[in-house]
């Protein structure tokens, strides 16, 4: 397989499954655990893995603008509620600062291109380097 969804809401890897048994993603393995579970080692073989998956935005995106599927094409949405205005803007202090936990695999696995996108707030309340939540 040369894709790899991960998403920690049972219902968006739901909805990832029928987008890929109907053809309209890529085949590959969704992967349900936290971002904070997965190891560099788990993504060995996927040439594209998508983070933060949702509804499988990015990956279709891919497959509109002709990327070959079996380029290393790595894509991260970390949630936004700890920089946006619907969040409690608590910043790197919050539990949902996720952002630490994608970079961290990216430094690992040094995929050929990254996409990635977070609000324009996150620039104000803080880097998204640092430390990732464990818990």
């Not at 509804?55 to 790595?74: H, K, T």
């Not at 969040?87 to 949902?96: A, C, I, L």
């Amino acid at each position: 397989m040369a894709v790899y969804y991960n998403d920690a809401d049972p219902e968006a890897c739901a909805w990832l499954r029928e987008l890929v048994a109907a053809g309209l993603l890529p085949a590959g393995e969704v992967d349900e655990r936290s971002i904070l579970e997965v190891e560099p080692a788990d993504l060995l073989g996927f040439a594209q893995c998508h983070f933060f998956a949702g509804i499988g935005g990015w990956p279709y995106a891919l497959r509109l603008a002709g990327v070959a599927e079996d380029l290393s094409v790595w894509t991260g949405s970390p949630p936004c509620q700890p920089f946006s205005q619907a969040g409690q803007r608590k910043g790197q202090d919050d539990d949902r600062h996720l952002a630490p936990a994608f970079l961290r695999l990216v430094a690992a696995c040094r995929p050929k291109l990254v996409f990635g996108e977070q609000v324009a707030s996150a620039a104000v309340l803080g880097k998204v380097g640092g430390t990732a939540r464990t818990a």
